[in-house]
T-cell receptor, first 115, second 114 residues
Framework: AQTVTQSQPEMSVQEAETVTLSCTYD???????LFWYKQPPSRQMILVIR??????QNATENRFSVNFQKAAKSFSLKISDSQLGDTAMYFC????????????FGTGTRLKVLA | DGGITQSPKYLFRKEGQNVTLSCEQN?????MYWYRQDPGQGLRLIYY???????QKGDIAEGYSVSREKKESFPLTVTSAQKNPTAFYLC?????????????FGPGTRLTVT
């Protein structure tokens, strides 16, 4: 069975600084997807970034980028130039490439951006 | 605007009563999902449906039931058999095609049972 681990329950960062959130996962699958979702205080889940395991190039979306290390089963999220609006819970999620399209979520990291 | 709606935002029920949470989407998505979120835990899958008139149990289906009679709708019933029903419930959908890999979430329903 797949598992997703986020070992940092809470983090804080100064506005305009860079922060990295960690995620590790365990799977015997070779093809899969990894995701980072953001949940602000409104509790609306928002997709931040997606990575396909077969792609070696790390995904980027504006200020958000990932460091995907397939052999180490690590998928960290880097937020550059942090903004107050980045304050949220961040969830890492895993999905197998085929089958039921079910997500396995980590327990989340609460990020607070300080003014 | 296309999206997922969940109603109501807050729901209060007495212990022993069944309650149904609504989830509607107009994204023409094939698959729909129900998650439960508790403090300190990630989202846990209750039920999912990949096609109309078919659904599968997730990791914590006991005490819950669903139906999928229409593509747009996937209501969740929390029955009196659910031991700890107070939680935040999120509905999601995905598809079609390649987009099955990305789930879009509704705003959630906070259920409180006393």
């Amino acid at each position: 069975a797949q598992t997703v681990t986020q070992s940092q329950p809470e983090m804080s960062v100064q506005e305009a600084e860079t922060v990295t959130l960690s995620c590790t996962y365990d799977t015997s699958e070779n093809n899969y997807y990894l995701f980072w979702y953001k949940q602000p205080p409104s509790r609306q889940m928002i997709l931040v970034i997606r990575q396909e395991a077969y792609k070696q190039q790390n995904a980027t979306e504006n200020r958000f980028s990932v460091n995907f290390q397939k052999a180490a089963k690590s998928f960290s999220l880097k937020i550059s130039d942090s903004q107050l609006g980045d304050t949220a819970m961040y969830f890492c999620a895993f999905m197998k490439h085929s089958g039921t399209y079910k997500y396995i979520f980590g327990t989340g990291t609460r990020l607070k951006v300080l003014a | 605007d296309g999206g997922i709606t969940q109603s109501p935002k807050y729901l209060f029920r007495k212990e022993g009563q069944n309650v149904t949470l609504s989830c509607e989407q107009n994204l023409n998505h094939d698959a729909m999902y129900w998650y439960r979120q508790d403090p300190g835990q990630g989202l846990r899958l209750i039920y999912y449906s990949q096609i109309v008139n078919d659904f599968q149990k997730g990791d914590i289906a006991e005490g819950y039931s669903v139906s999928r009679e229409k593509k747009e709708s996937f209501p969740l019933t929390v029955t009196s058999a659910q031991k700890n029903p107070t939680a935040f419930y999120l509905c999601a959908s995905s598809g079609p095609g390649q987009n099955l890999y990305e789930q879009y979430f509704g705003p959630g329903t906070r259920l409180t049972v006393t």
